[in-house]
């Protein structure tokens, strides 16, 4: 079959050339040898818009409220603006569905979501949007509800959109990396399918996004992209195989491994011994991964396991860029109780944020605007050294509490020594 | 359809990955020794066990039709067992156990025009974000800018001769959905928001676009009889933060509305602490469909990078260590008073001391 | 005396140095060559002419009457062909030409009272301020607190054996006159100022004294009929910058009034550009006549740098090396909530990253 | 001859007590030993009042308005508020007095203050406060006139106190160190003597510091605490005498070179050579000079000397401490026209400050309302990568005027080729 109608896209065109996979010649093909009329007008119609945006240099998609039934978001609605120019993609709404954790496919699954696609949509799909949704891009009011119908019977759900808890990401981790200190998969699970009604009906004053990391490389970019970021990490000793480091040695040569793993800890912990076996100073080693990166036969985490959460992360909306900040600094994650406590923290957070966040204001700048203190306070989490690079600079602070803040403290530690 | 026909959503949630888990990984779950990088596109990791698992990845245009995605699945079920997985930066993953599968799956994939490539010590696939293509308030196209660059740094992705990994994201607004990166190419408007005054009244909820602005330019207005919206253009920083909540703040414009270029945004916290992407280069042209300055840019960069880091050292790291009035002189870009940051906390940008570098 | 009478000053400004330096430093100005520390308060400096200074530095009370200067200019005459200077810190030295004059000038020093050290990697001098003796602002006394600090302190800064040089400030507002320090005592005020409403009126300028205010929490107000001015207590940080322009603003208080304890402030740019000094201490009370407590936190605190640190750390680069959490630890202080800063830019302070202590 | 009138001073005697030397018992001899009456009673009653501050925890003086015929400041006035209790020296003013550039002093001319002071004051004095002035503390308003009057005929004159330029600092440099790299006597007394009379009469927003050392050791404190910070550096390779780095390495041994110098330098610049040589990187040595402290004898500074200047140190009030900004990286100081160039920065600099801070405001804290930027442009400083740690990490800035900058940079830098 074929479009009704072409348009020309000599800009477009271009993007056939060279020698990356070219999603303007995947447009094509759905536009002039897909079986179904209906998507060959769509995306002919969307070609259209898009070489009119290039030709201008100006988007032509307008927002709107489009949802499926029971749900607030999850949706993100498009209509055009040059609509009676290109009518075949007037509305062209992207649903934002959730993968699973860790995104794994078989592809009979894949082949299975491709299939409900073509028959409710445009035949054009993302794996995955920059928060982990599949994206579904491109289907009208109607394809939307039906498509979702769909794909929700054999065990999809939409994702966030809007003021609400978004879609979570976890890296691959413990399925496939020997650096992971979690188990990544069962973390985004627990906290995100814990606010699923959060997720589909957008009620905070702005989106929340949690974000998991298997270990402190953080290839979820969780420190700068999410609200909540949970990151493996460990507390005892880092183990050494000293016969491997021996035999990396052997392989690369001594200045090899001074100029690029004993020069680069960050804090000076490792040192060289003169029978080429390495000595660890894990008392200062701070778990920055690099010498685990570099020698990855060698060395790997201990066995005391744990995570670090930090909070407020975000991008440039409305007071520049913020990374989160250490609120726990070390979290065993075990027993079922690890767990809920983890979960508990999450709904601490949150419902604090629901409540003291300005309209469109994130967690992060909400802390700048509260101060970290008052926000651990409201969450009930205590002080500790490891949340702050290095203690107050200015004076200019009311500390008539002295005393009781000193008493909690040496409590604390009193606790702790009792404990252990 | 009546309201009771409708059907009601199963709240299932995120789904567990395990169902769709290559067994070898889900037998092997957290049991996981070390890897291997044994060619560029693919790596060994070996679990305690004795069990192996390669993977081998292929970039991908990111909006997959159905049919580069069927082609995808079939090569999967040729050559991978049938399991896939996707990266945070949408390339696909195929894992299989045995070596002998590797070579014959990467022959399928390029012929099928994919690339391998992608890991390590290698220019990644770039990050990118939706723009023209399908967001309503983008300032450029993202799947065009990204295609035009993955053309030129194809090479880079295929091999692996980079310092360190190279992480590249590109956003088309300034609201910067793509994450910042090692090298980020953004959108930053020269001018402020051009009013239609006409429409402001019946669209915006203008208390809350007066809220909106992080530098409080915009205040109510009477404007030909209508209730609409002024900006104080002296205090304007044209970020454009105005516009989603109030279309008719139109702040896209295709001659003012530039690229900007940051390095050093890295969020490992391997060797130094996560670090922010810095603004190196400005006023590049926003130039469709290629988009042919800013990729030199990018070039350039890349190319002092590769010659003067060390191994290891990721972009933020060489020019901790080589400074930046170094990185100036050897990338040949302008250093200017817009280098110089003026937003809060600025003075920790600023050289109190007398590291001086000659 | 008429007017006419009145002498007009000769607006010399800042003398000509060369007039009273040591000859031999005259000829060698510029063009010294490199020096050496033969003892603790000795210092060997050799020019590249091959003449010699050696320089014998001796710590006094800052605060000298007559006798002590005569004194000290008495044992100049005998021993060191009359030329002295001061150093920063208002240590006296003495600069021979000849090693033979070395020992006869320590003599005469000690056994006058005076103490000679304060040389290189030594506990130097302790730099303070006016206090109780002489400012219209103090929140303590400086002398006072410094004479007591020396006399446990006297054998580091006679003996060399700390990592690096200890630099000590004092200060007895919060306005710190003293400078930051590796280690400062200074003065912090707990309750906000209680004003004497009788007397704003007459004496203070209530705008200025309005302005002053860091945190804008004094607005003018009424009370009991009189212009006065008003705090608002809930944003009062307590710093005592509404004082020096209005005294009614009583900050001063002999039981609210305490000392806080901070590290780190290293102005040097050797290794690391200089740093700021934070915050470890605070609430502890200023207790004359010798302030015993404040005493016993800063040799708790050398003590542990004195072990811990590698030769040539000053105390902020021990700290970046050890950690914060460490410090916290060896120290035995506490780490409260007020360590955790709030002020402009405070963000940069936060831990932004998984780099954890453990 | 004695006071007439001795007070209880139970909680001073203490400090009589411990090996340092005691400023009490200096008072004390003042009181009970010297000729003069009048010194023994204002001693006297200085001793009382001061019991008072100890014994209630209190401050008893005041400020007020003295000064000397001809000029507005250099005085701090100090009036009794317990005046009545300890008469003696209800009147307790200091005069701030310049020494001279780099604090040397012939015992001789030492004395003879001592003989003026003792004249017309308490016979107290502070060789420096932290201004470096020398404080004459103690004397009522005429023996304020016509001690200086006095002490002014042969060659001393007043320093600053109040909204104006202030007396200068500058470290013992060239006088008695390897490490200058600059005149510094010469640069305080051009700069300061140059604003004499802003030193004499306070007509500026708020107090103005000049402050110089010769090296970056900065054993002036210059960029914390002066407003004004010229600081001795070099441009051209560090000396090298290899000999003195091999005497060096025989006498400490190679781990103790390579653990104190080779991994301490900031940048990496430093390498040890097999042949126990020192390779310097001096493209990317900063001039910290931890390496040239430790081996005094091995390294020097360079030929091509000159000065960095740092805008903006301060303490406390009223934002927190600054720390002084760079504004000139690099600026030789040889020939007259140098001088009078640093001259007339320093005069562009209070300029612009007298007319744009704010009162009571500081030039750092100026430059932190205004931005860098426009401070630059004020004083007429083109800007330099020197000046930053890093380029702007937030993209909330307006940038239309990107292409001129960008041309005034390549001219700037093609100017510079031609001329070098
Ligand atoms: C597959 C993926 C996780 C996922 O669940 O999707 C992943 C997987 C691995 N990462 Fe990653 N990283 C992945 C995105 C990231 C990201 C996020 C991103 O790309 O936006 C980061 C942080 C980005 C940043 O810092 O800006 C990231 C920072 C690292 C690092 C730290 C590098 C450094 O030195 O700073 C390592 C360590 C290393 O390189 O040895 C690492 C190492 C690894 C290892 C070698 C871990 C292991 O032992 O298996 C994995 C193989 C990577 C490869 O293909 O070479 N991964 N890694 C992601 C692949 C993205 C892609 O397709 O290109
Ligand atoms: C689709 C996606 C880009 C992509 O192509 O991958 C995207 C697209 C949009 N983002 Fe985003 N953001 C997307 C990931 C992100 C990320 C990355 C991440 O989540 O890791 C960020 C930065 C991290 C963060 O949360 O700050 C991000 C920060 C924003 C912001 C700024 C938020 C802030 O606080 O600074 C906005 C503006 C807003 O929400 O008002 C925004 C708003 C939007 C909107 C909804 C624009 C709008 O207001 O209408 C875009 C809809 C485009 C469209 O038509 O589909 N998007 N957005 C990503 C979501 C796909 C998915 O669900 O998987
Ligand atoms: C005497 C001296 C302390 C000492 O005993 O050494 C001193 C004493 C006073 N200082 Fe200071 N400051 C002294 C050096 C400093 C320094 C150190 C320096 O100059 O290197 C600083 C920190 C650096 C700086 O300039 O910030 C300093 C920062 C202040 C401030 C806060 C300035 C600011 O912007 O933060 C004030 C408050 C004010 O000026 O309003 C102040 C005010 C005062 C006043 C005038 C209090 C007042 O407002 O009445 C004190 C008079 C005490 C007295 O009775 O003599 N003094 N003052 C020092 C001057 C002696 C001299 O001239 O040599
Ligand atoms: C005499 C004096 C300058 C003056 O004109 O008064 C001076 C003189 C020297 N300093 Fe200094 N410094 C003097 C105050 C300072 C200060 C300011 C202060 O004490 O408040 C600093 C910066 C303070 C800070 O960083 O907080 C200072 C930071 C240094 C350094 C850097 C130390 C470091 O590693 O951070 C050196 C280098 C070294 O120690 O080898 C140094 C080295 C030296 C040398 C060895 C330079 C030389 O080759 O002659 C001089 C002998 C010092 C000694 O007695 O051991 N001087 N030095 C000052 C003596 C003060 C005193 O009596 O104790
Ligand atoms: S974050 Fe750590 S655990 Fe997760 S994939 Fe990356 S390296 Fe592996
Ligand atoms: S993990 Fe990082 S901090 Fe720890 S020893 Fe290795 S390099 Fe050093
Ligand atoms: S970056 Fe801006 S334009 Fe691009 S997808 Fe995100 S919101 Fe839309
Ligand atoms: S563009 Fe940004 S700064 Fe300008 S008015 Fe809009 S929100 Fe404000
Ligand atoms: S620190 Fe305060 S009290 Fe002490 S001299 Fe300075 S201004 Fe006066
Ligand atoms: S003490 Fe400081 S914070 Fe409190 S009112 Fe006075 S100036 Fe303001
Ligand atoms: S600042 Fe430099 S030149 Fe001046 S005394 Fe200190 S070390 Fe010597
Ligand atoms: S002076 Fe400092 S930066 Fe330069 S080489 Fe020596 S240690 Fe390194």
Sequence with gaps: MAANKIYETPMLDELEKGPWPSFISGFKRLRDEHPDERINNVVSGLLGQLEHSYETRKGYWKGGTVSVFGYGGGIIPRFSEVGDAFPESKEFHTLRVQPPAGNYYTTDMLNQLADSWEKHGSGLVTFHGQTGNIMFIGTNTDGTQHFFDEINEYGWDLGGAGPCVRTAMCCVGSARCEQSCANEHGIQRWLVNNFTDDVHRPALPYKFKFKVSGCPNDCQNAIERSDFAVIGTWRDDMKVDQEEVKKFIEAKGRSYIIDNVITRCPTQALSLNDDDTLNVDNHNCVRCMHCLNVMTKALSPGDDKGVTILIGGKRTLKIGDLMGTVIVPFKKLETEEDYESLVELAEETIDFFAENALEHERTGEMIERIGLVNFLEGIGVEVDPNMVNNPRQCSYVRMDGWDEEAEKWFNRKAEEAAAS | ?358
């Design chain 2, 1 to 358: 359809m009546a309201l009771e026909d409708m059907r009601h959503p199963i709240e299932s949630g995120c789904p567990d990955g395990f169902q769709y888990m290559h067994p070898t990984m889900r037998k092997n779950y957290g049991m996981w020794k070390f890897h291997e990088h044994p060619r560029p596109g693919v790596l060994r990791h070996v679990a305690h066990s004795g069990d192996e698992i390669w993977t081998v990845k292929a970039g991908t245009q990111r909006i997959l039709d159905v049919y580069s995605l069927r082609k995808l699945t079939e090569i999967g079920d040729k050559f991978a067992d049938g399991y896939v997985r996707f990266t945070i930066r949408s390339n696909i993953e195929y894992m299989v156990t045995d070596e002998a599968q590797v070579e014959p799956l990467i022959k399928a994939l390029e012929e099928a025009g994919f690339v391998v490539g992608g890991t390590a010590n290698s220019v990644a696939m770039i990050s990118h974000t939706q723009g023209w293509l399908h967001c309503d308030i983008p300032g450029t196209d993202a799947s065009g800018v990204v295609k035009s660059m993955m053309d030129e740094l194809i090479d880079e992705f295929k091999e692996c001769n980079m310092p360190n990994r190279v992480h590249i994201t590109t956003s088309c607004c300034q609201i910067n959905c793509g994450g910042q990166g090692d090298i980020a190419i953004n959108v930053q408007h020269t001018k402020p928001p051009k009013i239609n005054h006409d429409l402001v009244a019946n669209i915006c909820e203008r208390p809350s676009v007066v809220a909106r602005c992080p530098v409080a330019a915009i205040r109510p207005a009477m404007v030909n009889g209508k209730p609409s919206l002024e900006v104080d253009e002296k205090k304007c920083i044209c970020c454009g933060a105005c516009f989603p909540p109030c279309p008719p703040m139109q702040i896209n414009d295709p001659e003012n509305s530039k690229l900007s270029i940051w390095v050093g945004g890295n969020h490992s916290n391997a060797r130094s602490k996560p670090t922010f992407q810095k603004l190196v280069a400005s006023g590049v042209p926003n130039n469709p469909p290629r988009w042919p300055e800013a990729t030199a840019i990018v070039k350039r960069i890349l190319k002092e990078y590769k010659e003067g880091a060390k191994d290891w050292e990721r972009i933020n790291d060489w020019i901790d260590r080589i400074g930046w009035p170094r990185f100036f002189e050897v990338t040949g870009l302008p250093f200017t008073k817009y280098h110089i940051d003026n937003w809060r906390g600025a003075r920790a940008s600023l050289n109190a001391s007398t590291h001086i570098r000659f």
